[in-house]
Each structure stands twice: as C-alpha cells, then as structure tokens.
C-alpha cells in the first residue's frame, strides 16, 4: 500500500464508520490505531518527506469548506494524521493541531488538538510498534518501536502518582517529585526519548 | 471554531442542563449529525460485520451514555458513568441471572478494564437447554447506529460485557 493509498483510506467513509464506534476519546484513539492501514502510514512517517505529505494533507483538510448542517467529514482524517505527527513529529504535529483546531464543526480533531495545544503530547496504548514488554503488565509495559528511537510508554497503566509524574518528565518540568517506584525510575533513565499518555 | 475550554461543563452555555439526582451537573455536549452519506456507510458497514444486530436509528448526535442518560439528546463521556451510577442511586447485580428489563450494561475495554461502552437490557429470554439467557442490548455504537443485538454481539472496539447495574427499588 502506498502512501496515498493509506491516506485514502484513512479519509473514507468506511474508515470513518469503524472507528467511530467509540463514545470516548480513548476508546476512539485505541480503534484507530488498531487498523491496519495506521500502521502503515506509521511506518511511512518515518521518512521526512513523507511526514510533510501528512501535514500538507492536514493542512489542506483543515481549509476545506464543510455543509454547515453536519459534522467535518474529515474529522476522523484530521485526528488521525494529527495524532501520528504527535507521535513521529512533535514540532509538525504542533503546527497540525493548530490548523486542525481551526477546521469546522469538528469533534475528536478539536479534542485531538486541545491535547496538543494546551496538555502536550498524546499518546495512545494500543501499542501499535510493540516488540518487547520490559515489565510485568500489572505495573507498566514499555514498548520500543522497531528501527526507531523512540519508545511508547504506557502510562495510563501506571499507577496514578506515577502517571503525572512521567508526564511531567516529559515535558521537562520535574521528574523526582513525588518519589516513583524502582522500575519505573530504570526505565525513564534507559529511555532516550518517549512520548506519555496524558492521564 | 476554535478549543472551548470545559466544554460541556455546568458553565458551557452549549451544554444541556443535565444533573445526577443530586443535582451534580453531567458534562455533556452536543455533536453534529453525521451527513447522510456517512450514515449510510455506517449502517452498511455494520449490516455486513454484525448481521444479527438491528439498526433502529443511525444518528450520530448521541452516544451510549446520552441513550441511557438523556434520553438521546447528546453526548455524555464514560468517564462521569461512576458519579452518575452513584448518584442516582444505581446498584451492582450479581450479572444476568439477576437482570431484568431496564437494567443496564457497562462494557470494558479487554485490556484495562476502562469503561468502553453501555446498554440497556430490553429482552430477556431464557435458554432451557444451556441454563443461562439470550440478553438483548439497545445500545449506541458511538456515532454510528443504535442497534438491538445480543449482549456480546457488539464491534471489539466496544469492549466485553462486565458489570449489570440497575435502579430497581424493592417495594
């Protein structure tokens, strides 16, 4: 599948159908990122190139001119690409939530960006890149994707204490206070680079 | 269009003015219908993919949350399902050998055991040959249809059935 392939079907109305089964917008994330033609595109942001593409797509989708008596037909598109800039990209996916958030009569798009503007990055557990668990599933899994540097860390796993905590490492404000568990001290130590769920 | 802070919050004058019982207002905001043509590939994406689930509406104006808790007039996040249960006065029943029309079905992601989705019990037939029941569900699948169908016969992305609530008072 090529990569206007993939975002021709991420932009279709079965697409659309499938992971708009969600009354939430976690359980919406874990649908999208659990189809398979996401983690195509996934694979082909790792290109540069590619990853303009995306955001030109978004860029693009967002000016469109909607019919004001029903929602964006490309808002399950907008959050989509969006959210893997977010993953792949932080500074393009900055620039992508703030033309999303300008799209009309969205609804996970300007949710999507409300993350990304105002709470930082997003990030989803379906573990769409996973190939190794580091930790017993009870506490937290660590997942590094394939050929990348950077890791998935499934925060919304972890205790609560420890979710803001991790987040807030992140985004560089503080990572020792309030004190976290051994295992997860290890793993933010080892990690180059991770992006957390915000809780 | 632009980020509305506390959206469908007690102060989003877009919001319904939906309280708990207690009068605790219930987050809720209103989506946009679906255009025709999206509703259409909804429906027939579910008639093949689900064939025994009935469509009864396709609409995409309210979600599970608002059939049961609003009488279908918005959305309401999963996430104010514990506040609502208890504050207006649900209970816990062992599971459907307990259930009774009217009842209802929390859902659960397989992995994290987060609330994905709810139904309302509507039918319940008893199955003499397997001691159990053939439960039926009215249900919202999020912006898609609301559908009749079998407890369990739901889309994965809905999650498993796990907890039966229910209001009913003894008299």
């Given at each position: 599948?090529?990569?206007?392939?993939?975002?021709?079907e991420?932009?279709?109305?079965?697409?659309?159908?499938r992971?708009?089964?969600?009354?939430?917008?976690?359980t919406?994330?874990?649908?999208?990122?659990e189809?398979?033609?996401?983690?195509?595109?996934?694979?082909?942001?790792?290109?540069?190139?590619?990853?303009?593409?995306?955001?030109?797509?978004?860029?693009?989708?967002?000016?469109?001119?909607?019919?004001?008596?029903?929602?964006?037909?490309?808002?399950t598109?907008?959050t989509?690409?969006?959210?893997l800039?977010?993953?792949?990209?932080w500074?393009?996916?900055?620039?992508?939530?703030?033309?999303?958030?300008?799209?009309?009569?969205?609804?996970?798009?300007?949710?999507m960006?409300?993350?990304?503007?105002?709470?930082?990055?997003?990030?989803?557990?379906a573990?769409?890149?996973?190939?190794?668990?580091?930790?017993?599933?009870?506490?937290?899994?660590?997942?590094?994707?394939?050929?990348?540097e950077e890791?998935?860390?499934?925060?919304?796993?972890?205790?609560?204490?420890d979710?803001?905590?991790?987040y807030?490492?992140?985004?560089g404000?503080?990572?020792?206070?309030p004190?976290i568990?051994?295992?997860?001290?290890?793993?933010?130590?080892e990690?180059?680079?991770?992006?957390a769920?915000?809780? | 269009?632009?980020?509305?802070?506390?959206?469908?919050?007690?102060?989003?004058?877009?919001?319904?003015?939906?309280?708990?019982?207690?009068?605790?207002?219930?987050p809720?905001?209103?989506?946009?219908?679906?255009?025709?043509v999206?509703?259409?590939?909804?429906?027939?994406?579910?008639?093949?993919?689900?064939p025994?689930?009935?469509?009864?509406?396709?609409?995409?104006v309210?979600?599970?949350?608002g059939?049961v808790?609003?009488s279908?007039?918005?959305?309401?996040?999963?996430?104010?399902?514990k506040?609502?249960?208890?504050?207006?006065?649900?209970?816990?029943?062992?599971?459907?050998?307990?259930?009774?029309?009217?009842?209802?079905?929390?859902?659960?992601?397989?992995?994290?055991?987060?609330?994905?989705?709810?139904g309302?019990?509507?039918?319940?037939?008893?199955?003499?040959?397997?001691?159990?029941?053939e439960?039926?569900i009215?249900?919202?699948?999020?912006?898609?249809?609301?559908?009749?169908?079998i407890v369990?016969?739901?889309?994965?992305?809905?999650?498993k059935?796990?907890?039966?609530?229910?209001d009913?008072?003894?008299p």
């Open positions: 599948m090529t990569l206007k392939e993939a975002t021709q991420i932009e279709s109305h079965e697409f659309v159908a992971v708009n089964v969600a009354s939430d917008f976690r919406f994330l874990r649908a999208v990122a189809q398979k033609v996401i983690h195509v595109l996934s694979q082909e942001l790792a290109a540069s190139e590619n990853r303009q593409y995306v955001l030109n797509r978004v860029l693009e989708l967002s000016r469109r001119k909607v019919d004001l008596r029903y929602e964006n037909p490309w808002d598109a907008l989509a690409y969006v959210w800039l977010n993953v792949k990209d500074d393009f996916a900055k620039i992508a939530a703030e033309a999303a958030a300008r799209a009309p009569q969205c609804w996970w798009a300007t949710k960006a409300h993350h990304i503007l105002l709470e930082g990055p997003v990030c989803n557990d573990g769409f890149a996973q190939h190794e668990f580091m930790a017993p599933p009870s506490t937290a899994i660590v997942a590094r994707a394939s050929g990348a890791v998935i860390l499934l925060a919304d796993l972890l205790p609560a204490k979710q803001s905590v991790v807030k490492w992140h985004t404000l503080s990572h020792s206070n004190p568990s051994p295992v997860i001290q290890r793993w933010l130590e990690l180059p680079t991770y992006t769920i915000a809780a | 269009m632009g980020i509305v802070i506390g959206a469908g919050g007690a102060n989003d004058r877009a919001a319904l003015p939906l309280a708990t019982r207690r009068g605790t207002h219930i809720n905001e209103k989506r946009k219908e679906s255009a025709p999206q509703r259409r590939a909804s429906a027939e994406l579910w008639k093949k993919e689900r025994n689930a009935r469509l009864r509406s396709a609409t995409a309210y979600n599970c949350m059939l808790f609003a279908r007039r918005t959305w309401i996040d999963p996430v104010h399902l506040t609502i249960l208890k504050e207006d006065e649900y209970r816990q029943i062992a599971g459907p050998q307990e259930a009774q029309i009217g009842d209802i079905v929390v859902y659960e992601n397989r992995r994290d055991r987060s609330v994905s989705h709810i309302m019990i509507v039918e319940i037939v008893p199955k003499i040959d397997l001691p159990s029941w439960i039926t009215m249900s919202k699948w999020g912006a898609d249809g609301e559908y009749l169908h369990d016969d739901v889309p994965s992305q809905l999650g059935p796990a907890t039966y609530w229910t009913r008072r003894l």
